[in-house]
């Protein structure tokens, strides 16, 4: 098992974290009000992104997924934080 941890500054539309290939369990949460979004496309919008949480959020990857960027969308004006955890099977 291995666990990427760590916490990515959103401002605009940005490259967040990688969930690798294979099967993997992704944890997202922010301490700011949803105005932050993540989605596997930098054409993010907040129509079309997965809408932060404040509390914890979890979302599982099988082991036939290919992996992939995940991106980050702050409709804020300032710059706000999403924390993120992988933890993969490997």
């Known amino acids: ?3 990427n941890m760590g916490q990515a500054a959103i401002a605009g539309t940005v490259q967040a974290f990688i969930v690798p290939p ?5 944890t997202v949460w922010s301490g700011a009000a949803t105005t932050l979004y993540l989605g596997t496309s930098k054409n993010l919008t907040a129509s079309n992104g997965f809408a932060v949480p404040t509390s914890p959020a979890n979302v599982s990857a099988f082991s036939s997924s290919g992996g992939t960027q995940v991106w980050g969308l702050n409709t804020a004006a300032t710059t706000l934080a999403v ?4 933890s993969t099977e490997a």
């Open 1 to 3: 098992m291995a666990l």
């Open 22 to 26: 294979g099967a993997c369990s992704i």
């Open 83 to 86: 924390n993120f955890i992988v």
